[in-house]
């Protein structure tokens, strides 16, 4: 995020041969799951976003990745 905007970004290159073979989203469940016992197994990248903004950063409440558009929307006030 860059002064309190939110934005999609497009994946620029494969993963490094040791790397983790997994979708993002897949990666980022994972973490969540790690931090915030209460996270359910998610079957999509809409429901990892939906409890992003319910468990960990309340900002992206009422937000979806169509909503985000290729534009990015802002979601926090900057100084």
Do not use: C, H
């Amino acid at each position: 995020m860059v002064r309190g905007r939110l934005q999609r970004l497009n994946r620029a290159g494969g993963a490094p041969p040791r790397a983790r073979r997994a979708e993002d989203w897949e990666i980022l469940r994972d973490l969540l799951q790690e931090f915030y016992r209460q996270v359910m197994v998610s079957a999509s990248i809409e429901d990892v976003f939906r409890q992003m903004a319910e468990i960990a950063f309340p900002p992206l409440a009422g937000l979806s990745l169509n909503k985000i558009g290729d534009l990015g929307v802002k979601v926090m006030a900057t100084p």
